[in-house]
């Protein structure tokens, strides 16, 4: 599963790559904040996905060659003291016990 700071980098890039305007591979890394050689790991992350990503050396941004569009929602609930929530695919655990990992029987 991806971490949150990477669906969160996925969906800035996603957004850049639609509206044209990434820049070059060094200035896209510096507006999202990260490596060059992470903007390409992103970038192959979308292709994975079946994003036909192209470069445009004239206009010096990333595009889109096919339609393609990229949705990241994230859902958190918190819990309160006494609640019990079912989580990985059928395992309990208390909030209280949460982080020990504490198994309901």
Do not use: W
């Amino acid at each position: 599963m991806k971490n949150l700071k990477t669906l969160e980098r996925l969906q800035r890039l996603h957004q850049r790559i639609q509206n044209e305007n990434t820049g070059t591979p060094e200035e896209l890394s510096r507006l999202l904040g990260i490596s060059k050689r992470s903007v390409h790991l992103l970038i192959k992350e979308l292709k994975d996905y079946e994003a036909n990503i192209c470069y445009s050396k004239s206009r010096k941004t990333y595009y889109y060659c096919n339609d393609f569009d990229l949705k990241v929602s994230i859902s958190v609930d918190v819990l309160t003291n006494n609640e019990v929530t079912n989580i990985f695919g059928g395992s309990y655990f208390l909030k209280n016990n949460l982080l020990s990992a504490s198994f309901l029987h």
